[in-house]
């Protein structure tokens, strides 16, 4: 991949839950990388691990049981920064015949170490957007002043009056109307779509290096939604930013992703260019990306008032992962020659095409990867 | 053709806000008119979908329906009975789980789970059994798939069609998930600020809209979901933009039709008076096989 801006290797972000003396593993060996300018959009239903993945990389995971393994690596004004670096030295993990027995933690040393490694990164290099904005914005203060606050925190525009300025600039840029009089708005005044604006607003005022929009469409309206999904796809060819899109809703991914990774069970078991993983006609797909954009109604469906195709059973819970392929027990298209491969064997995230992976023994290449 | 069992004649719901020391002083508040004069029916065996965006008043008719809010005005008439002041009996409780758990397709196992214990598909299912044990002929879906995931809501909208079919069930079916709707509906109504503004056959209401809010809340679904890749976003946005959204205020009284506001087609026309006239607000009217559309140009 040509000059990357994050990469993500090998991660494994998982939580020990003491009821149940085991982990969750949430997030299971994850590689991905985002190159700059790009847009890659994470799909998946939930517990499939993608909101995991991203809050590792903005160092939100510091939840008393959480541990991190793999490495985060940041490409920023010319030097690599692991952003996980020594993590793994503050919780010890005690293990008999592979099973967990106790989980030794150093909160504090945790926090602390992810602070200093997140120092000058979560807001200024990273910033964030999330679901439910309301509850992301401070309901004491204007909006207004918000984003002064922001900007003077991580831009070099130190003075008031010409962070005033810029704040107000970028309330125009998000197309919030009469950015003067909103200004001095506080959030409980705006509406869910108006209060998202101001998030984003608020995200790109510190001139991040890499966006992350977690479900940033999630529980607005429709009408809404379309709105906002517009205005990411508008700023991303204004401002060229990096993102990392986090959706269970494949049209936003579909819209607003260069490239598309697609999750289950805590990894990723397809990914490529949006376009070439999603297309129609695409020959070769894993059977779950097949099965997830089948169980959306399409307009033939419709036409034909027929039953959706759901996906039989649960989605898997990440305790008890089984041995062979996460997708397999509720997977309709293991044949015979396969079958035991699948019960048994997890299979690699293999090379199908240029650029394109999918982890699944039906198709040949991922044997030799 | 089925006999109604729901029939809903000008219902209105008002809640009354008050807001700060004077309203309370002088014991103003307010007035919202959570839902504004809305009458439908529903046939035996029948879906009839309910959309609209948050706020425009779906969730109060459901519950007016149930019973579970007293409505300020209009009558509800339940086969044949008027139930505006009354609450409907139960009817017989049998206790028939087992059976239940098989109609919904849950294992005999989970019978001694708590409900922390099952996944978001399940809870769904077994509050579709609770639902069931009662032997009900109507059967209020308030936003039965929302907070699911797809391949989950995809499970429960088969399962709620397969009952429909096997125990003759009518549904009320509230959702803002339009192309579950579309798929499940016989018929549509498109609630705006507490009114229906268009209402008929599911497949015209999705796809040959007569009121112009109507068509901007299927195109906006479709829109989110163009397959065109390299799309040129900007043409869109542009042509998108003249069209402004805001929230309903509920401080400005209405004045004519309450859509104007952000009505395209109002713009369009260059403003015409009529869409402004207090003494002329759109009034549902048929327009041919049963579709009716509350605008003066459609």
């Known amino acids: 991949m040509d000059a990357p801006l994050l990469a993500i290797e090998n991660l494994r972000t998982y939580f020990y839950s003491r009821a149940k003396r085991a982990f969750i593993r949430s997030v299971d060996g994850v590689s991905l990388g985002v190159a700059r300018g790009e847009t890659l959009g994470i799909v998946g239903e939930s517990g499939s691990g993608k909101s995991v993945t991203a809050l590792s990389a903005a160092g939100l995971v510091s939840a008393g049981p959480g541990v991190i393994s793999g490495r985060i690596d940041l490409y920023s004004n010319g030097a690599r920064r692991n952003l996980l670096d020594g993590l793994e030295n503050y919780a010890r993990i005690t293990e008999r015949d592979g099973r967990v027995m106790e989980v030794e933690k150093d909160e504090r040393g945790w926090r602390k170490r992810s602070e200093t490694l997140m120092a000058g990164v979560r807001g200024k290099e990273i910033a964030m957007i999330f679901q439910n904005p309301r509850s992301a914005l401070n309901p004491y203060s204007t909006i207004g002043k918000q984003l002064v606050e922001t900007i003077r925190l991580h831009t070099s525009l130190k003075g008031e009056s010409e962070a005033k300025e810029r704040a107000i600039h970028w309330l125009e840029r998000v197309r919030i109307d009469s950015p003067r009089l909103r200004f001095d708005n506080f959030p409980f ?31 607005l309206d429709v009408t809404i939604q379309s709105r906002i999904v517009d205005l990411l796809a508008q700023l991303k060819t204004e401002t060229g930013i990096t993102t990392l899109l986090i959706s269970h809703d494949i049209s936003v991914i579909q819209r607003l992703s260069d490239r598309i990774a697609v999750m289950y069970g805590g990894t990723v078991v397809e990914t ?17 990306t097949t099965a997830l954009l089948a169980s959306i109604p399409s307009a033939e469906t419709i036409r034909r008032k027929s039953y959706l195709q759901a996906i039989e059973g649960e989605v898997l819970d990440t305790i008890e992962v089984p041995r062979g392929c996460r997708f397999y027990g509720r997977c309709n298209r293991v044949t015979e020659a396969i079958r035991e491969n699948c019960a048994g064997l997890e299979p690699p995230l293999g090379e199908v095409a240029p650029g394109h992976k999918v982890r699944c023994w039906l198709y040949p290449a991922t044997g030799k990867a | 053709m089925n006999r109604t069992i729901l029939e809903v004649t000008d219902l209105r719901k008002e809640y009354s806000q008050r807001r700060g020391l004077i309203s309370m002083l002088t014991g103003q508040g307010r007035v919202i008119p959570a839902v504004d004069g809305v009458s439908f029916y529903l046939r035996e065996n029948e879906t009839v979908g309910l959309v609209g965006e948050s706020g425009c008043g779906k969730t109060t008719i459901g519950r007016t329906v149930l019973r579970l809010t007293d409505p300020s005005s209009g009558r509800v008439v339940f086969d044949g009975r008027d139930i505006t002041n009354e609450r409907p009996s139960d009817g017989e409780i049998a206790i028939r789980i087992r059976e239940l758990l098989e109609q919904v397709s849950l294992k005999d196992s989970k019978l001694a789970n708590f409900p922390s214990e099952l996944s978001g598909g399940e809870k769904r299912r077994v509050g579709i059994a609770r639902v069931l044990a009662v032997r009900p002929r109507l059967i209020v879906a308030d936003e039965p798939t929302s907070a699911l995931d797809i391949s989950i809501q995809a499970q429960v909208v088969n399962l709620l069609r397969d009952l429909q079919k096997d125990l003759g069930l009518t549904y009320l079916f509230i959702s803002h998930d339009l192309p579950v709707v579309e798929l499940v509906s016989q018929k549509v109504a498109v609630m705006y600020l507490g009114r229906i503004v268009e209402m008929g056959l599911a497949e015209n209401i999705a796809h040959q809209p007569r009121h112009p809010y109507t068509g901007i809340l299927w195109s906006s679904l479709a829109d989110k979901q163009t397959t065109e890749v390299n799309r040129r976003v900007d043409d869109v946005t542009v042509e998108r933009e003249r069209r402004t959204w805001g929230v309903f205020d509920f401080e400005q009284p209405v004045s004519g039709c309450r859509f104007a506001p952000r009505c395209p087609l109002y713009k369009d026309k260059g403003s015409p008076a009529v869409c402004t006239d207090p003494a002329s607000e759109p009034q549902l009217r048929d327009v041919g096989h049963g579709h009716v559309v509350a605008c003066h140009f459609a």
């Open chain 1, 272 to 288: 490529g260019r949006t376009a070439e993983v999603l297309a129609p006609e695409a020959r070769v797909r894993h059977p779950y």
């Open chain 1, 189 to 219: 005044g705006m509406s869910g779509g108006m209060c998202q604006r101001a998030m984003i607003a608020m995200a790109l005022s510190a001139e991040p290096s890499l966006l992350i929009a977690d479900e940033p469409t999630t529980g």
